[in-house]
C-alpha cells in the first residue's frame, strides 16, 4: 500500500510470532502506520510498576512456565495459583482493560485466547524458515556463532510453544482461529505490514 490505511472503527489486532521472525517490529511498525498502542514486553513494565516489583526479574519469567521468580514479593495468597499462574493472570487483565479502552495490537502471551469471547479480534502469526531467523538472531544479538543462534531459537520456540499450550489447550503455530500467517522473510517487515493492512481493509477496519 502507497498510504497509510486509517482506522474506521475498533479492531483488536493479536500477534502470535516464532523467535527471530522480527514479528515485534512488525508489530511495532504496525502500532505507528495505525496509531495505536502495542503491548509487548511493555506489559511486564506495567505490571512492575503497578505491583511494586523488579522488572528485570519479571522479563526473565516472562511467556515460561513453572518459574519460581518473585513469591516473596508477589501480593497474593496462596489462592491464587501458582507463580505462573499468578504473572499469567496479571498480564490477562491487563490486556482485557486494554482492549476495552479501545483499537491496540498485542504481542503474543496468548492474547487470542484471552480476547477470544471480544468483538472485532483478528489473528495473525509472524514466522520464518529457520535459516532465516537464524541469520536474523545472528545481526540482532551480535552472535557470530549459526550453532548457539540456532540453540536459543529452539530453546526460545520451545518455551513459547510450552506456555501457549499449558495456558490455552491449543496448538502455538497453528492455523486454528488465525486470520492469516505471514512469512516474514519471503514479504518482508514491511511487507507484512502491509499485507495486515491490506486485510484490515477487506474486512471492512480500515480505509
Known sequence: MEKNVKLTKKVL????????????????????KLDIPVFDKNLITIIAKKHGLD??????????????????????????????????????????????????IFVGRCANDILRKYDDVLNFFIFAPKAARISYIMEADDIADAAAAEKIIRRMDKARRNYYQFYTD???????GMDMLLNSASLGLDGCVEAIEHYLVLRGYAE
Not at 170 to 176: A, C, F, L, N
Open 13 to 32: 489486532i493479536t500477534l502470535g510470532r516464532e523467535y527471530g521472525s522480527a514479528g515485534h517490529i512488525v508489530a511495532e511498525r504496525l502500532g505507528r
Open 170 to 176: 491449543m496448538k502455538w503455530g497453528s492455523t486454528d
Open 55 to 104: 522488572e528485570s526479574t519479571l522479563l526473565s519469567s516472562d511467556e515460561r512456565i513453572g518459574s519460581l521468580f518473585f513469591d516473596s514479593y508477589a501480593p497474593y495468597g496462596p489462592e491464587s495459583g501458582s507463580v505462573s499462574e499468578r504473572l499469567f493472570i496479571m498480564q490477562s487483565n491487563i490486556i482485557k482493560q486494554e482492549a476495552d479502552k479501545g483499537s491496540a
